[in-house]
């Protein structure tokens, strides 16, 4: 029988010969939309492995399901395997169970790709993917146990004929946050369609079916070259030749066909696109090329530029003729300031200069900068923002998210709002996926206790572990991470900081070597863990020993569910988990469990008076982070740890720099109102500093720049006077110099790292204090830079030192910074290493010099210039940053 066509375009597969079930997806009519056919618009899945067809045993222990679920019926059937609606009697909530049958059950390319499916599930945690709680095998068949979702697939919506575009672009959005989760972790799915996409009740979508997924990190063996598998309607070009060489773009371009079905009611067997609307076709069109190097290279891109796209808004960014309105297009006199149809303005400040112009003006008439590169710039800037609060969100880094999508909003420039509009919707997002993992991660907790209740922990083990805190850091603060628990010997929960900087940073033998202790720690723990855990079968109840591992366990996950939500969890009070914990004298599961318990708080309260009697300030903190006795305690051992620091001697690098050992710590940067500064850029505000840094303790010098640039462009003094008139591109440039010719990272300072090194501790005026008539035995400025009546920048060190052992901070160079300036930045700057603005036409430049008066050396005092510009008074001292 010829195959025939369905109502929606595609092809099911009829032909007399039945389809080898190791050939067919997982999805297909396996869904929990009811369908008991091969879903429309799907045609058959193709094989990539040969089947052997022999009774298949994978050594899994059989599971009797019936003695916890309650099977209620069929949710869909396939010629693989069926889904069934079933009760979890233990936690009393519906689940779906997942089975592959009869012939399919015993091969073991089948069975492979089923529990592969099942892996992949259980490393993704994520609001638009279906979440799995368990798997295994029962006398039927290997099974799944999954979050139930009756709201039926994307397929049925489909089959009505087109879904309303704000809703279809909404779906879209929400599976390109699911599909960027599973990138992240590495896990390609290959078999993206409607079928494979389930609805909630509340219309949120689910991707499903994983069976096909492809770890990107490790080679399965499932996938042979030349082999086909997938669904041949949403299969891209390369998937079609050859699945081997599938990647993340793959995937992009199977979900734009899935869009383009919901846009259209059609399958995309045959892609028409003028058939969707006009405002969506040509980055629906770049989303389907047919190389991967011309489409989207990432989730979040392809999401961010529909988004664009659906918008609507006019493009600012256009070649506007003279006096035409950005908005409406109207006519307008050439110095218009504003539209005489619309209203909106029609002038703009210089990127560069800041001067105002017209916004069709391809220059600006003040300073001859052409405008166009440096919006070019700036939108890059917003877009990598943007690019980082949107991989900030799907890591579950929702404070950090948030303050990059403020950077974005803080734009006001009418040519660079093409990111706008995100802004606003980014922040209902936000907040979305911030309730939906809260809500997870209060049912993980409420899960968690059931089963302890139940004395069943070898169940809830996994789905617990899966749920730890993100590790997703930079290089260098993963490093820092691990270093200071090797240090302080924590090495609880290591493995994941580890293997996560391994994967920035894999060529580190030493870690590679950590790694394999912490992987063999981790089979020796699991090993003691499961002879406790037979102990307590055998004797058909929880030992203490059993209970307080896994008490560690529901904590942890119960604090970090505070920790992402800023919300306590209020959930139904386990009554007999509270009588254990107090029995075992343990309140920290107490007051977790019920924070109002009396026997619970009095047992903290013995525990808090211990620790004040042993001056052991972190559990008193622990307990009661405003304690000032503890607070007391904190800051003496913060202040001797940083005086142990600060009394170690500079160490020298091949060049001669000396470089001095600075601590971390927390300061008030900028200056007091009653402070003489030049206004709002000097808003005062906490900052704190995370990590030590080596800084110079002198600017570069003349010899110093020399022996790395080979240049001189400075009037000739000696290799004792600090580097002049060199720009901020001339110093980074310095740096990426230094940096490759000694093997460690040198780079300008943050503002922020500059003012703390300057302050030293202090909040006066000035480092040594508020008295004027003392600047002269700190710094060379305008009143003491004169020599036989000659200004210029002196030799290095011949002053006063703060006390953090640095000279010349408040005068003889101004010194660069990493930073962009940014006027009113002080007011929304992070709390916590701020970096500065996202973008400005100009760079830092801080502390006084040779040419300046008192006021500006100041340890608050800011400068600025545009990065190009060298000046006989512009130098720098470096950053080292820790090995």
């Known amino acids: 029988m010829p195959d025939q066509e369905d109502s929606l375009g595609g092809e099911t597969f009829s032909g007399e010969e039945p389809q080898d079930p190791a050939e067919q997806s997982l999805g297909d009519g396996a869904t929990m939309g009811g369908d008991t056919a091969h879903s429309p618009g799907d045609q058959s899945t193709f094989g990539d492995a040969n089947v052997d067809e022999e009774l298949f045993d994978d050594g899994m222990e059989l599971v009797d399901l019936s003695t916890r679920y309650t099977e209620e019926g069929v949710l869909g059937k396939g010629g693989m395997g069926e889904v069934i609606l079933a009760t979890d009697t233990r936690l009393g909530r519906k689940v779906a169970i997942k089975r592959i049958l009869g012939k399919a059950a015993r091969s073991k390319t089948a069975v492979a790709r089923f529990l592969r499916e099942a892996k992949s599930m259980a490393e993704l945690s994520h609001p638009n993917i279906v979440q799995i709680y368990d798997y295994g095998r029962s006398t039927d068949g290997p099974f799944l146990i999954m979050e ?70 490790a080679d399965t063996g499932m996938t042979v070259e030349g082999a086909v598998i997938g669904t041949l309607d949403f299969m891209p070009p390369e998937q079609r030749r050859d699945s081997s060489s599938v990647d993340e773009r793959s995937d992009l371009w199977s979900l734009a066909a899935t869009f383009y079905q919901m846009l259209t009611g059609k399958s995309p067997k045959v892609i028409n696109i003028s058939a969707i609307p006009p405002k969506l076709q040509s980055v629906v069109a770049k989303a389907l090329e047919e190389s991967k190097e011309d489409r989207f290279q990432s989730a979040l891109e392809m999401r961010g530029e529909i988004l664009n796209a659906h918008s609507g808004k006019m493009d600012t960014t256009r070649t506007l003729a003279e006096g035409e309105c950005p908005q409406c297009a109207a006519p307008n006199p050439a110095h218009g300031k504003f539209c005489v149809e619309c209203g909106a303005g029609l002038q703009i400040q210089c990127l560069k200069c800041e001067m105002k112009i017209q916004i069709w003006n391809k220059a600006c008439g003040e300073c001859g900068s052409l405008q166009d590169p440096l919006v070019e710039k700036a939108l890059a800037d917003l877009k990598n923002a943007r690019d980082q609060a949107e991989r900030l969100l799907v890591d579950f880094e929702f404070e950090a998210a948030i303050e990059k999508a403020e950077v974005v909003a803080s734009e006001t420039d009418s040519r660079l709002q093409q990111y706008a509009e ?63 628990r090797i240090t302080n010997r924590d090495i609880a929960g290591l493995l994941p900081f580890v293997d996560e900087f391994l994967k920035l940073k894999p060529d580190r033998p030493e870690v590679q070597e950590l790694k394999a202790q912490l992987e063999e720690r981790e089979v020796q723990i699991d090993a003691r863990i499961k002879i406790i855990l037979e102990e307590a079968k ?100 913060e202040k001797a740890a940083a005086a142990e620091i600060l009394a170690r001697a500079p160490i020298m690098n091949t060049i001669g720099m000396r470089l001095k050992l600075i601590p971390a710590g ?88 500059w003012e703390y090194a300057c302050r030293a501790g202090t909040e006066t005026r000035w480092s040594f204090g508020d008295d004027e008539y003392s600047l002269g035995d700190y710094a060379w400025y305008y009143g003491n830079a004169e020599d036989y009546g000659e200004k210029y920048a002196h030799q290095v060190g011949l002053k006063n030192p703060n006390a953090f052992g640095l000279y010349d901070m408040h005068g003889n160079v101004n010194e660069w910074c990493h930073d962009y300036y940014g006027e009113d930045y002080y007011k929304q700057s992070l709390k916590q290493d701020p970096t500065g603005p996202a973008r400005d036409s100009r760079r830092v430049l801080r502390g006084g010099s040779w040419t300046g008066d008192a006021r500006d050396s100041r340890s608050a005092s800011r400068n600025r210039d545009v990065a190009v510009r060298p000046a006989k008074h512009f130098g720098f001292r470096l950053v080292r940053e820790l090995d």
Request: proline share 3%.
């Open 666 to 753: 927390t300061f008030m940067m900028g200056s007091p109102e009653t402070e003489e500064g030049r206004g709002g850029d000097e808003y005062q505000h906490t900052v704190t500093i995370s990590k030590a840094f080596y800084m110079q303790t002198t600017e570069v010098t003349q010899g110093q720049w020399k022996d790395v640039m080979g240049t001189e462009p400075w009037n000739r003094r000696g290799s004792n006077y600090a580097a002049s008139h060199v720009s901020w591109d001339d110093a980074v440039a310095y740096c990426e110099k230094l940096s490759e010719k000694e093997g460690k990272t040198y780079r300008l300072p943050t503002e922020a790292e």
């Open 538 to 637: 055998a004797k058909e109840s929880a030992s203490i020993r059993t209970r307080k591992l896994f008490k560690r366990v529901i904590i942890t996950v119960f604090f970090v569910a505070i920790a992402i939500t800023g919300v306590v969890i209020k959930n139904d009070i386990d009554a007999k988990a509270v009588e254990t914990a107090i029995a075992n004298l343990d309140w920290e599961t107490v007051l977790a469990l019920d924070p109002d318990n009396s026997q619970g708080l009095q047992m903290q309260a013995a525990a808090f008076t211990t620790a004040l009697t042993n001056g052991d300030w972190k559990i008193v903190l622990a307990i009661d982070p405003d304690n000032s006795v503890g607070l007391r305690l904190q800051a003496a051992a």
């Open 148 to 217: 139930c979702i009756q709201g039926g697939s994307l397929l049925e919506k489909c089959k009505a004929g087109p879904i309303e575009l704000d809703e279809a672009v909404n779906i879209f959005g929400q599976l390109c946050d699911g599909l960027a989760k599973a990138h992240a972790a590495g896990i390609i799915h290959r078999d993206i369609k409607p079928a494979n996409v389930l609805m909630s009740e509340d219309g949120v979508p689910k991707l499903t079916d994983f069976g096909l997924a492809k770890d990107d990190t």
């Open 422 to 484: 995100w802004r606003g919707e980014f922040i209902e997002r936000w907040e979305q996926i911030r309730q939906a993992k809260y809500s997870r991660l209060a049912d993980r907790l409420k899960e968690a206790i059931a089963h302890e209740s139940a004395n069943d922990f070898e169940t809830d083990l996994q789905s617990l572990r899966q749920n730890a805190p993100s590790a997703r850091q930079t290089p260098q603060e993963l490093e820092g991470i691990v270093r200071d």
